[in-house]
């Protein structure tokens, strides 16, 4: 994996590990539901994956982004469902979004560029 | 058509003419940015109404969920993929959101007891 | 009960029926976290009302603060200690609060003039 | 004056009264800030009014954006200027920000047509 | 100090004093009222101190986050009574709280390991 | 050039090219309407500076920030204007806005340390 994507990885496991053993009931929970919202039902994984990548855009959470970034590419999203997902985003969440853009376009590269 | 599907609709084009005759360049463009970004692309034009959707609600912008919702029920999407998109917004945007998901959740009804 | 205060809890008494009648399990499931995240734990009921109450007034959801609002005024919080948190509010937040800063007095105005 | 703009002045004056009689030192003195900020300063009143008013704007606040609209109009400001304030508002925030953009032109039509 | 504490606070120190020896009266008396409105008064500093919190966290801003750590650390705050009050940021805000989460976590294991 | 000022033109203007070669119609639209709506008409470019700096600043965009600092900066902007235009963002963005303020004059120090 590339240096970003294994770094992110690394550093969210850690502290979502910590996270989840401190025991706090609603924490637990609400990671909980998040395992649930995007598992396939009358809408299939994939379009999920999507729905979730763009609400992260416009709520500009990079960490998020890069999250459904990484959980779309392993679902086989192709580049230009992902831009046409992140051109939507641009238009309804504005330009302030431009930033974030050019940051899932850098980690979408590095996904492809890592192999195994 | 109910009074609150009519109300919205009216009162939006009634708008929307005043600000395209307004001839402000950026606002004309932005206006037909929206119909082309929710064009059949890569991504079906359902999947993009519901990218729409989701980003408006946990945007919490009532009107642009309204509009979205909309344009879902015209290209036949089902009450349950609304619901799942809604659930997922209500997740990644909080328990904020819920007040919007009221009022779409009625406005969805409006537009199942509308025919003709 | 006053208009304002009587309208707002049937209003939204009637739809969080429909929404959890509805049967979507992430929704059902954040409308469960909502009861347990406020019920006292090492922290008491009250000051939970009031962090509530003021993560819902930063984020400008005014059916969120007047839910915490009548919470906070059913728990015995004081109109001084309203008023202290909706100033830490108003600061953290920015001049875009003082309108919900209206409503919300408004609103606990009502609560105040409600008897039996 | 028109019937819009005479009720949100009355109800922002009724409940600003009420705040500041209310006497909590925090919010009187960002009440009193507001009044600073927007004084002739190195940027002349009209332009700081426009600042306002595109914050205002952004941040998706309908009684900020005609509390602006108002001084603008009082300021001399001309309509294309606050068209291109506006313009600039929606590319910077997006497409959710076309809500406001219709109830901020409604409002300034009935500016202009108040006449003493 | 820990290393993160530490850089914190030492660029959080030097870029206030310059932002307030620049004079601006609008962000001077934003600062002091600031340090009032934290103050002990109808309800006490540690009270406040997680509604500055709570507040910080919906609003996803991760100075700020830091910062009230912080102050509720040195007020005697406990690590159940921060969770409780990062649990209810974490489902007014949404998952899209969850990255703050994280570095709030670890913010506050730096301060726990902190000695003299 | 100082190395702040030099790392983030840098990296935006090799992510810029990047997104724009890839072609969504979207994006590529939304960067040119960006030019478009910063240039001079009934406002001129000075004033639309300050208010896509006012806009980003309130919306906490430090990119966008930057990027406006900087054209600003170009167009002969005096420091005084510029904290004018700060102060208004701090007081409608609330104490949220001062992570970003700090950042904010870091950056304006280094565009003045900056010669050829």
Request: aromatic share 8%.
């Amino acid at each position: 994996m590339s240096n970003q994507v294994e770094e992110f990885n690394a550093y969210r496991a850690k502290m979502n590990d910590k996270l989840l053993q401190d025991n706090n009931k609603i924490i637990k929970r609400i990671f909980n539901l998040d395992t649930n919202a995007f598992a396939a039902g009358a809408l299939d994984v994939k379009t999920k994956e999507l729905l979730g990548l763009v609400a992260s855009t416009v709520l500009r959470c990079d960490d998020c982004v890069k999250y459904h970034l990484e959980s779309s590419y392993k679902e086989g999203v192709s580049k230009e469902e992902i831009m046409e997902t992140l051109g939507i985003a641009t238009l309804v969440g504005g330009t302030i979004v431009i930033p974030h853009l050019r940051r899932a376009y850098e980690y979408w590269e590095e996904l492809e560029n890592t192999e195994g």
